[in-house]
């Protein structure tokens, strides 16, 4: 759960660190990380749901946590998860419009939106990481 936890910190940072790359003209190394950093994110987030599962269900490793039947806990758990899901669901569009679109001649027609996209999908990654920080401290009782 902690290797997932600090992949999930770690994320925006290699995606910013992507973004400048591509401001820097450097289309195919952006590229390179961001799809990196995607596929390692998907494998944590696969890691996740087998330790939860293997666990004995969803509520099975928050349920230890002295915040779990709280209200608040459960409504940021939900908000999480559907930030999340909605994040990568975006990303994944973006992933492949952009492979589809890629060109010799970049930037193209399609940058402008791109660029929309992937700020997005940043914030999206900033917000996913916040609150998974926040589930991570309550279920664990370090707060």
């Given at each position: 759960m902690t290797s997932v936890?600090?992949?999930?910190?770690f994320s925006p940072f290699a995606v910013y660190y992507a973004v400048t790359l591509a401001k820097k003209n450097k289309f195919k190394t952006h590229r390179k990380i961001q799809n990196i950093v995607f596929f390692i994110g998907i494998g944590?987030?696969?890691l996740l749901e087998g330790l939860i599962r293997y666990e004995g269900g969803s509520g099975s490793i928050a349920s230890q946590s002295s915040y779990y039947e709280h209200d608040?806990?459960?409504k940021i758990l939900i908000a999480h998860i559907i930030g999340a899901v909605l994040t990568y669901l975006l990303w994944i569009f973006l992933i492949i419009i952009?492979?589809?679109k890629f060109q010799k001649n970049l930037p193209?027609?399609?940058s402008g939106t791109h660029k929309i996209l992937g700020y997005i999908v940043f914030v999206g990654l900033?917000?996913?990481a916040v609150t998974a920080l926040a589930i991570y401290l309550l279920t664990l009782d370090l707060v």
């Open positions: 936890m600090l992949l999930t910190l944590g987030v696969v608040f806990f459960k952009s492979t589809i193209g027609k399609f900033i917000y996913t």
